[in-house]
């Protein structure tokens, strides 16, 4: 008897995998939406096509789907993954390498499902678990103004993904845990500018993709949103109320950093930060407004020590020559030379302050250190970064400028002036280890100036 039923559940058993394989090939499944003949530019409003382009600079959508080296929206672009390398892909309405096969419900369900117009898995690398929130209108408007951009017949490389990642589908397990699908839905307890902020950061913005740290599946962490991740070799500060900026941001001085890609009581924006500004310095103020407003919101307002040691902080700072901080933050740096002989104080005499202690405000001089996030956050690696790659001009615009000292300085003198800078401006423990991150920042020096950073004050126009 025991045998029998011992038999019987086996047979039982091996009757339902088929019917368990099935459901799951259900589950994961989706169908082809048909190809469509590309459509004629002139086939879109005018309108809705200016609107896509103000969406597609704010989501930034040029910086990753376009080469240094490349067309406009061709692709190709590596994107480095704890797991391996995703490429960008060609999003122009060319019909063979690109979009321009596909119908405006096909580019939907990219955009809130990540699947493609043959049924394929994206991998969140394209980061559709926010542009799941984009509304209908919005994904209109962007699909009008990808189609009537150039063709570029220029196919991207696939991904360099070991198993099982290189197979797609494995991607709907990561969707039924991760992804929340949208549209997104105002919050009654905010007002408008509130609700477009979050709609935008949350959304087409992706901010928290950046900004927010992620799990060992690469999903982020929405326990702790805002509170900072690593990307492409740089640190993507927390921007909620665990922020250790130096100086509180408040909405206008994150506006002003966005709107210009600087602020005097803040620092510049650089790294995967820079093509974003320059992105969103071409859109309408009062979307900017409403995204400071949003993030201003979510870091909250300070407490009181902190707003105290902040005032004191910027008190001793010297303002620019009307006395009042002007509308762009700048400020003008007064920190004392240093007068000690140590090799730390000597190389940054030497290499830095001409500029930090200049007296010219931001852009035209350096920032007051005492005020750098990159020098009191918990890791130098941004800081290693500037002093490695420095801060290019930005063409066409004004902006601040700062030589990179890869060639100038070996790995020991920068060791040694970053744990001086740390001391010296940010009062701070040292770091650990920072050998080995300077070490890791110069060998990849060659990998970040292959990233594709438009210059602030650019569109996304071809």
């Given at each position: ?228 991740g690593e990307v492409e070799g740089w640190r993507a500060f927390n921007i909620n109320a665990a922020s250790q900026s130096p ?32 992105s969103l310095s071409t859109v309408d103020d009062k979307d900017l407004h409403a995204i400071a407003t949003y993030v201003a ?166």
């Amino acid at each position: 008897m025991a045998a029998s039923k011992r038999v019987n559940s086996v047979l039982w058993t091996m009757s339902s995998v088929p019917i368990v394989a099935l459901g799951a090939a259900i589950f994961v499944w989706r169908p082809t939406i048909a190809p469509i003949n590309p459509p004629a530019p002139s086939s879109f409003d005018p309108a809705v096509v200016r609107r896509g382009g103000a969406l597609a600079a704010l989501g930034d959508c040029n910086t990753c789907h376009t080469r240094s080296d490349g067309k406009t929206f061709a692709g190709g672009l590596p994107l480095p993954t704890p797991f391996g390398t995703i490429y960008s892909s060609n999003i122009t309405p060319d019909p063979k390498a690109g979009i321009g096969r596909w119908s405006e419900a096909a580019f939907r369900r990219a955009m809130r499902e990540g699947v493609d117009r043959e049924g394929r898995y994206l991998y969140p690398a394209f980061p559709y678990d926010h542009f799941t929130l984009v509304s209908d209108e919005d994904n209109q408007a962007l699909y009008a103004y990808l189609m009537t951009r150039q063709p570029v017949e220029k196919t991207a490389p696939k991904p360099e993904l070991p198993f099982p990642l290189n197979i797609r589908t494995v991607m709907a397990g990561w969707n039924f845990i991760y992804l929340k699908a949208g549209p997104f839905k105002p919050d009654a307890d905010h007002d408008a500018t509130w609700n477009r902020g979050a709609y935008l950061v949350q959304g087409l913005g992706h901010c928290g993709a950046c900004h927010t740290p992620r799990d060992r599946l690469g999903a982020e962490q929405r326990d702790d949103f805002f509170g900072g991740g690593e990307v492409e070799g740089w640190r993507a500060f927390n921007i909620n109320a665990a922020s250790q900026s130096p100086i509180p941001w408040d909405e206008a001085s994150l506006y002003s950093y966005l709107r210009t890609g600087y602020h005097g009581l803040h620092g510049v924006a650089r790294g995967p930060m820079a093509p974003v500004v320059g992105s969103l310095s071409t859109v309408d103020d009062k979307d900017l407004h409403a995204i400071a407003t949003y993030v201003a919101s979510v870091m909250g307002e300070p407490e009181a020590a902190r707003e105290a040691s902040a005032s004191k902080l910027a008190a001793s700072v010297k303002t620019g020559g009307s006395g009042t901080i002007p509308q762009s933050g700048g400020i003008q740096a007064v920190t004392p030379a240093p007068t000690d002989k140590t090799e730390g104080a000597v190389i940054y005499a030497a290499a830095c302050a001409t500029c930090h202690e200049s007296g010219r405000p931001v852009p035209y001089g350096g920032i007051a250190l005492q005020l750098s996030s990159t020098i009191t956050d918990s890791s130098p690696r941004n800081l290693i970064n500037v002093i490695l790659n420095g801060v290019p001009a930005a063409e066409g615009t004004k902006g601040p400028i700062m030589p990179g000292f890869a060639g100038a300085m070996d790995d020991a003198q920068i060791g040694t002036l970053i744990e001086y800078l740390r001391g010296h401006f940010g009062a701070k423990p040292a770091w650990s280890d920072v050998p080995k991150a300077v070490a890791d920042a110069r060998a990849d020096v060659a990998h970040a100036q292959t990233i594709s950073a438009p210059a602030i004050g650019t569109s996304n126009e071809p």
